[in-house]
């Protein structure tokens, strides 16, 4: 089965700083979707990238995919306190019903 | 802004017992899942249901039971609960299929003892 997995666990940056999360996944794609869970909350979607997408955006967010090496991408721009969460990638091939999450990386941006 | 709601926000029981979680969503999606996430963060989907067919069970013991009553609401009954099954279930729902946003609820904490 599809395995999407973040390559670092844990980061932390200082506010105003500039952070990268990095994702791999195994299996062809249809769409790839970032998510972003604070302390106590459900996750939140951040971006949808398409497989046929290279590059997208929303704010201070920038999303990339590479479907020839099977890996995304998500940059934070100016980074602040409340970006301190879990993020996720997550796929699902071909719309299966059947999502599936990375591990997870924690990102931690102090004052 | 909250559109898919769960109850209990915490629910401590004993090995052995029954438990029942709620979700209901306000989106007028069709589509609504059932996550586990454990300790360490980790996602996995258990159950998919559109317009209240189960479409996705992701091998699950059976213990676990959803129930839907309509496309708004999914339930999820834990029937003899064993000290693995604590961890924080999400609930979450979309329009469609993956070309869509899932909006999740904040999820149940169960705590086994």
């Known amino acids: 089965s599809q395995l999407a997995e973040e390559n670092l666990w844990a980061l932390s940056v200082h506010e105003g700083e500039s952070v990268t999360v990095n994702c791999s996944y195994k299996?062809?794609?249809?769409?790839l979707q970032w998510y972003r869970q604070k302390s106590g909350e459900g996750p939140a979607q951040l971006i949808l990238?398409?497989?046929?997408?290279r590059e997208k955006r929303n704010g201070r967010l920038r999303a990339t995919l590479d479907t020839s090496s099977q890996s995304s991408s998500l940059s934070i721009t100016a980074t602040r306190c409340e970006d301190t969460a879990v993020y996720f990638c997550?796929?699902?091939?071909?719309?299966?019903?059947?999502?599936?999450f990375g591990k997870g990386t924690s990102l931690v941006v102090h004052p | 802004e909250t559109a898919v709601f769960q109850t209990p926000n915490y629910h401590v029981t004993q090995v052995g017992n029954e438990v029942s979680f709620n979700c209901k969503q306000t989106?007028?999606?069709?589509?609504m899942y059932w996550y586990k996430q454990d300790s360490k963060k980790l996602l996995k989907i258990m159950f998919s249901?559109?317009?209240?067919?189960?479409?996705v069970n992701e091998t699950v013991p059976r213990r676990f039971s959803p129930q839907s009553s309509d496309k708004a609401h999914l339930n999820l009954r834990i029937k003899s609960v064993e000290p693995e099954d604590s961890a924080v279930y999400l609930c979450?729902?979309?329009?469609?299929?993956?070309?869509?946003?899932?909006?999740f609820g904040p999820g149940t904490r169960l705590t086994v003892l």
């Open positions: 989106l007028g999606h069709d589509t």
């Open positions: 979450a729902s979309s329009s469609r299929d993956w070309g869509s946003e899932q909006y």
């Open positions: 249901y559109n317009n209240k067919q189960l479409i």
């Open positions: 299996t062809s794609i249809t769409a």
């Open positions: 990238i398409r497989s046929n997408e």
């Open positions: 997550a796929t699902d091939p071909g719309g299966n019903y059947k999502p599936t």
